[in-house]
């Protein structure tokens, strides 16, 4: 029932004024209003959604199949990351002095220590974060 409650209460704008049909596979929900309200928390809910025309509808797990679906854990895939190797890091690293741009950067950034967006670590080039690699690096086909 409290589900019952957060629900309509989340859609009123919509639900008010409307007669609307609650689908569930909770056979003691349908007869909720005909038994004696015994504790406070029930006493609550059904003031909580005494004002609305709605009516319960019990309907089978197996033949409710939305709600069924929407009640069952998601499939979780895994994916692998890719971390490069500290050798193949060195290797990009190398690939710098090769690169007639990239050098001209580093050089900028070893004189001034500034360079748009540009960080020079003492062995590896970034731009905004990331890893530069230089475009006629092999690492380009293999990323």
């Known amino acids: 029932m409290l589900a019952i409650v957060f ?20 056979r003691n929900l349908k ?10 928390e029930q ?21 409710n199949s939305a709600a069924d679906a929407l009640s069952r854990e998601g499939e979780y895939y895994s994916y692998a990351i890719y971390s490069p190797l500290f050798s193949s890091i060195a290797d990009i690293a190398q690939e710098y002095a090769h690169d007639s741009d990239l050098s001209l950067i580093i050089e900028r950034l070893k004189s001034s220590h500034q360079a748009l967006n540009f960080v020079y670590d003492g062995s590896l080039l970034r731009h905004k974060g990331r890893m ?3 475009s006629s690096s092999s690492w380009c086909h293999k990323i």
Do not use: A
């Not at 007869?31 to 406070?40: A, E, M, N, T, W």
């Open 43 to 63: 006493q609550k809910w059904v003031s909580k959604v005494l004002g609305y025309d709605y009516e319960i509808i019990y309907r089978q797990g197996v033949e």
């Open 7 to 26: 629900v309509v209460h989340k859609w009123q704008p919509y639900l008010l004024g409307r007669h609307f049909k609650i689908i569930t596979d909770h």
């Open 132 to 134: 530069v690699v230089p």
């Open 31 to 40: 007869f909720f209003h005909d038994q004696r309200i015994s504790s406070l």
